[in-house]
């Protein structure tokens, strides 16, 4: 039956109303866990807390599982579902920006609207910061256009890649994650910080 | 008033169902990049009309019947807004701050904020958003994209971490 | 045990239920058995050959013909200007453009009707529209079309009008009664109305 509005199950006049009330859980949800506060944001990227990684992983692992069990159950056809497509070049080169940009202005966007959200400044300024960035890309467009749009490879998913079925995908994942999680609180010990 | 953080796997468990609720009523993920992009389409739109119409990038926002501020990822974001001060609310983190390493000066904080805007402003239009539509979504759907924009961010942040790191520790 | 613990094994058993069973990969039925019911005794997805015959000959820009026979059978004999979508590929993605849609009329062709009958009542219960069988397949196609046979001299006459009209489609066609094609004249048939469907938009999404 699902996902409900590309079904007309509800009609697309909703959609925006729910993309309000999702933004509002999503908002809520990011400011619960501390991505308002860029120190422990960045604290992933030295050790000293790793909120982002058990938050960011639980978030996708959770997601992901959602969507098979809610497909196996006939609740929701995941031929509907937006999977965004892959253009390799860019999407290297753009993550490469975004890293360097997540490390040196201590936000990504979302968390930086959250953060405006409580008065954080700091927030207030990266959300300018993204609107001249976004403004140069924009003006930018015809140079770059050409890398852009190379190496399109279309809305391939993992576990059409690697040839095995997406529960299998989802359960490594899991395990790498909780890896991951075990590792990230063990360099919590190792590089504590006092409360900020 | 409680002030501290939620657990972190239970916040990640209720990000994970808000996202499989976007993906089943809307059949789509989270974003925010997208937003502000909408946002200045129409800002510059309203400045220079011609400009945006002979643009190849505006040209795909703007024009007969498309209207750039009515997109789903505007209307999220104004929920996050929202979304995000209920919870400073009811937790008390409501107050005008700018928060930073007690090394580094205010001032100093939010230079680098607005540089690093500014590059994940533009990283994120390079690469088809930002870590929550292409990576965090992106990751949900299994999506290649997601994967790769995942460890492009996270893997820059960390090589890059060593330099910077009198503004954070 | 704490929260977190608790999270861990749900995650883990979660995912290995997940990893276990297989994916659901079937696409939901739209139509109830008792529509599917009425749908075939309507018998309203049938198009005659004489129909088809004449939309070819006209070039109606809105027919398509499908032949849901194997690659082989496709490269041995195939009506002019039909798409192979073999029935084993009919559910696949890269097909859902053909028979999915709202701009033409597929009719679906097999030897037999059997094939053909088959690929219809799958992207029937889909709830595709558009999309017909062609009556009696292609060996009625041959006996009626391709070497048409003369209605004895008692018939009616609209019977001989039928005829000529095979007979001048044979000539089209390269069947083996070739005569100098004289305009067909038979009535302008009534055409199945393709059901236009509002498009749906692909899933979109991203920043």
Redesign the interface.
């Known amino acids: 039956m699902g996902p409900l509005i590309p079904q007309e199950i509800i009609g697309a006049d909703w959609n925006l109303f729910i993309a309000f009330v999702i933004g509002i859980g999503f908002g809520f949800v990011l400011e619960q866990a501390g991505f308002s506060s860029s120190r422990k944001l960045a604290g992933m990227f030295y050790g000293y807390d790793t909120v982002v990684l058990k938050v960011f992983f639980t978030g996708a692992i959770t997601a992901m599982l959602g969507l098979l069990f809610f497909s196996l159950f006939g609740w929701i056809d995941l031929n509907l579902i937006y999977v965004n497509p892959t253009f390799l070049g860019s999407a290297i080169v753009g993550g490469i920006i975004m890293g360097a940009g997540f490390i040196v202005g201590g936000f990504c966007p979302g968390t930086s609207f959250s953060a405006a959200a409580i008065g954080k400044i700091d927030g207030m300024v990266f959300i300018g910061g993204l609107f001249i960035g976004v403004f140069f890309f924009a003006e930018g467009y015809p140079l770059i256009e050409d890398f852009y749009m190379s190496g399109s490879m279309g809305p391939i998913k993992v576990s059409e890649v690697l040839g095995i079925s997406g529960g299998v995908v989802t359960l490594l994942i899991i395990i790498a994650a909780l890896i991951m999680f075990k590792l990230g609180e063990l360099a919590e010990k190792r590089w504590p910080r006092a409360e900020y | 008033m409680k002030t501290s953080y939620m657990n972190p796997y239970l916040a990640g468990v209720l990000l994970g169902l808000v996202l499989l609720m976007a993906f089943f009523f809307s059949g789509r993920g989270l974003g925010a990049s997208g937003a502000v992009k909408s946002v200045m389409v129409a800002a510059v739109d309203i400045v220079a009309p011609e400009h945006t119409a002979n643009s190849h990038f505006y040209s795909k926002y703007v024009g007969e019947g498309k209207e750039p501020m009515e997109a789903w990822l505007v209307f999220e974001m104004m929920g996050v807004l929202v979304g995000g001060f209920l919870s400073g609310a009811f937790s008390g983190r409501l107050n005008w701050r700018i928060e930073h390493f007690p090394g580094i000066t205010a001032k100093r904080r939010l230079v680098f904020a607005g540089m690093g805007g500014i590059l994940f402003g533009f990283g994120s239009q390079l690469g088809r958003g930002c870590t929550s539509g292409s990576a965090l979504t992106g990751m949900a759907s299994l999506s290649v994209a997601g994967f790769v924009s995942m460890m492009a961010i996270f893997g820059t942040a960390f090589a890059l971490a060593f330099f910077v790191r009198k503004n954070w520790i | 045990m704490n ?2 613990n608790i ?2 094994i749900a ?2 058993l ?3 239920v ?7 990969t ?3 039925y739209k139509l109830t058995a008792e529509q599917m019911l009425i749908e075939v005794q309507g018998a309203a997805e049938m198009v005659i050959a004489d129909d088809v015959a004449h939309w070819l000959i006209s070039k109606d820009p809105s027919l398509q013909l499908i032949d849901v026979r194997t690659p082989d059978e496709y490269q041995k004999f195939h009506l002019e200007g039909s798409l192979n979508i073999p029935l084993s590929t009919i559910l696949s ?1 890269e097909n859902r453009d053909y028979v999915d849609q709202g701009l033409k009329m597929n009719v679906l062709y097999s030897n037999g009707t059997i094939g053909s009958h088959q690929a219809w009542m799958i992207l029937r219960q889909l709830g595709f529209e558009n999309n017909y069988v062609l009556q009696g397949g292609l060996n009625y196609w041959f006996d009626t079309i391709m070497n048409p046979q003369a209605p004895s001299v008692t018939s009616a006459d609209e019977e001989f009008a039928k005829y000529d009209f095979r007979k001048a489609a044979s000539g089209v066609f390269g069947g083996g009664n070739a005569v100098t094609i004289t305009a067909p004249t038979a009535n302008e048939a009534e055409k199945p109305r393709v059901i236009r469907k509002t498009k ?2 692909a ?5």
């Open positions: 929260l977190r999270i861990f995650l883990v979660l995912g290995v997940i990893a276990m069973v297989p994916e659901n079937t696409k939901p993605s749906k938009k899933p979109a999404g991203g920043c």
